[in-house]
């Protein structure tokens, strides 16, 4: 049995939701949110934090000397560090990625914001990404929080999802569509 098993997304949704609505009436909102996005960033960029916060066999007195160390390094605000420290209390640490991904998420839809997936086959600039989002900004009529990624194994083309809405101009799509139609023949 998993440990995700236990914590259910509601769960982490619950979570995100309240930290959401402490941000808000104290009105550090936008801190908050960018705070989060440093923790998410050292979970992804560092294996050793990752495998602290997932390790439960850590000592809760070493996760709360570490977890305010990170606090007092990046200047974060004090209900965020606590917040941290509930779930270093709670042995909950090992979620803290799925809490503050729903957190973010719940920021976004907040502001109106559409989620939006884009795969491309070459690399594209920082300028050609701003001005597809733009473009989707203006056709959906909804700020669009764009997630980008480089995909080599599309050949060609690009792969965008905007909500339920999805448009695959890919070489691999294409060439795959040739090879079902030849299978049917």
Do not use: W
């Amino acid at each position: 049995m998993s440990k995700d098993t236990g914590f259910s997304i509601t769960s982490a949704e619950r979570y995100s939701l309240a930290l959401y609505e402490l941000c808000e009436e104290s009105n550090i909102l936008t801190q908050i949110e960018a705070q989060c996005l440093s923790v998410l960033d050292l979970i992804k960029l560092s294996e050793d934090f990752r495998n602290l916060i997932k390790n439960p066999t850590t000592k809760q007195d070493d996760l709360l000397k570490i977890i305010n160390l990170i606090s007092k390094n990046y200047e974060f605000e004090i209900l965020f560090k606590n917040f941290l420290n509930f779930f270093i209390k709670k042995r909950r640490l090992f979620f803290l990625e799925k809490i503050l991904k729903s957190f973010i998420e719940i920021c976004s839809k907040k502001r109106g914001e559409l989620k939006a997936e884009l795969k491309s086959a070459k690399e594209l600039s920082n300028d050609e990404i701003m001005k597809i989002s733009d473009e989707l900004t203006k056709n959906f009529k909804s700020k669009i929080k764009l997630n980008y990624k480089y995909d080599k194994s599309l050949i060609g083309g690009l792969v965008l999802q905007v909500g339920s809405t999805m448009v695959d101009t890919s070489i691999k799509n294409k060439l795959q569509q040739i090879e079902n139609r030849m299978i049917e023949v």
